[in-house]
């Protein structure tokens, strides 16, 4: 069973500013990989699949990054709305499964 | 615009059945994999499991000596059984369609879970 790892639980960053996140798999799992970001009352909405491709909608000021075991969210400029809980999650053909990393809170510094 | 949305119960006594429907609309419910999420009170989301048109299904380890999922092509309608509850299992219960494409030579490519339904809340306490 793949178990994903988040860090840092809590970020502190200010508008404007640059915010990385980390995500690391406890087995390689190529570039399936998922960021999600979810608001207080609201379900995750998909940011990034395939670690790297922005999904519909999502601005430029999103990045994905990384493969196997190692990934990263880059929010390039933080702006008010993007103040919310950050998830990672692999997906696995097969053996066939799906984790989530534990999350990590981005909040204004 | 394919949308989601779950149904339950609301509470469910301890060492019973908790059962939950989600209904697809603006789709069909005849492609991708379709995964039910929980999110217990102020803690990280759980994937429990999904399941696709065929009824072929997948569960979370953790989970799947509890779990049965069931689909209705016909109501483009998909449930979640989890019995033996205990107050642990007081979540948010989301359902999501988890978008796959079948490529040429029969590859899949997933590209994430992009649609969710808004959740319900399941209160298990007697």
């Known amino acids: 069973e793949i178990v994903m790892t988040q860090s840092p639980a809590t970020l502190s960053v200010s508008p404007g500013e640059r915010a990385t996140l980390s995500c690391r798999a406890s087995q390689g799992v190529r570039s399936n990989l998922a960021w999600y970001q979810q608001k207080p009352g609201q379900p995750p909405r998909l940011l990034i699949y395939?670690?790297?491709t922005r999904a519909t909608g999502i601005p430029a000021r999103f990045s994905g990054s990384g493969s196997e075991t190692e990934f990263t969210l880059t929010i390039s400029s933080l702006q008010s709305e993007d103040f919310a809980v950050y998830y990672c999650?692999?997906?696995?053909?097969?053996?066939?499964?799906?984790?989530f990393g534990q999350g990590t809170r981005v909040e204004i510094k | 615009q394919v949308q989601l949305q779950e149904s339950g119960p609301g509470l469910v006594k301890p060492s019973e059945t908790l059962s939950v429907k989600c209904t697809v609309s603006g789709g069909s419910i005849s492609s991708h994999y379709w995964s039910w999420i929980r999110q217990p009170p102020g803690k990280g989301l759980e994937w429990i499991g999904y399941?696709?048109?065929?009824?072929?299904?997948n569960y979370n380890p953790s989970l799947k000596s509890r779990v049965t999922m069931s689909i209705d092509t016909s109501k483009n309608q998909f449930s979640l059984k989890l019995s033996s509850v205990t107050a642990a299992d007081t979540a948010v219960y989301y359902c999501?369609?988890?978008?796959?494409?079948?490529?040429?030579?029969?590859?899949?490519?997933?590209?994430?879970?992009?649609?969710w339904g808004q959740g319900t809340t399941v209160t298990v306490s007697s």
């Open positions: 999501a369609r988890d978008h796959k494409e079948v490529l040429p030579l029969g590859v899949y490519y997933f590209y994430g879970m992009d649609v």
């Open positions: 399941i696709d048109y065929s009824g072929t299904t």
């Open positions: 999650q692999h997906y696995s053909i097969w053996p066939p499964g799906r984790a």
């Open positions: 395939g670690a790297s």
